[in-house]
């Protein structure tokens, strides 16, 4: 992984059927797939929040999976946020509910 001066940061809020779904888990996949580190959990108010690190293009592809979610989702609208990466993360993994 690159260092976090290379890195970029996405914060994403997914909204729509994406609780108990196998939500989490996919984005799991895929953070694994795509190199990117840093966590995924669900909120109390029904959404998948998700917070990133790594090369903008592995996270614009993330974003777009977001959009797509597992098949059995439904994905109504989706939030991100761009920042400057960290680098505080050395994993991707799945956080308790927020």
Known sequence: MADAQQNERLHAVVDGLVQGVGFRA???DQAY???I???VRNTYGG???VLAEGPREALLMLANALR???PISQVTQITT???PA???FDHFRVTYTA
């Open 26 to 28: 996919f984005v799991t």
């Open 37 to 39: 580190v840093g966590w």
């Open 47 to 49: 959404q998948v929040e």
């Open 33 to 35: 797939e795509l190199g």
């Open 81 to 83: 946020e761009w920042q």
């Open 68 to 70: 797509e979610g597992p």
């Open 86 to 88: 960290t680098g505080e």
